[in-house]
């Protein structure tokens, strides 16, 4: 099929799709980059509970108030509404 001349000959059929697709790879960013942090504090968690010899104790217990207090700290909530609206743009 040859491209459109402007935008209003663009189908919903086409349209729809790739607006949703735009959208998951936005959201799928943005979980990536809030997830990794979370994940580092996991890990240095984890391994410095190994290394005092506390294999009984739940890592995510210890590892809860870092990541909310990261979250707090670096404005989590704007940060996140801030990439959610300039994904639009």
């Known amino acids: 099929q040859p491209k459109p001349a402007n935008p209003k000959d663009v189908s919903m059929s086409t349209l729809i799709p790739a607006f949703v697709l735009s959208e998951l790879r936005?959201?799928?960013i943005i979980g990536f980059v809030i997830f990794i942090p979370f994940l580092i504090i996991d890990l240095v968690v984890s391994s410095s509970l190994m290394s005092m010899g506390m294999m009984m104790l739940p890592p995510s217990m210890i590892s809860l108030p870092f990541k909310l207090l990261l979250f707090v700290?670096?404005?989590?909530?704007?940060?996140?509404?801030?990439?959610?609206?300039?994904?639009?743009?």
């Open 26 to 28: 936005a959201a799928f």
């Open 73 to 89: 700290m670096v404005d989590g909530w704007a940060l996140i509404t801030h990439a959610l609206l300039a994904s639009y743009h």
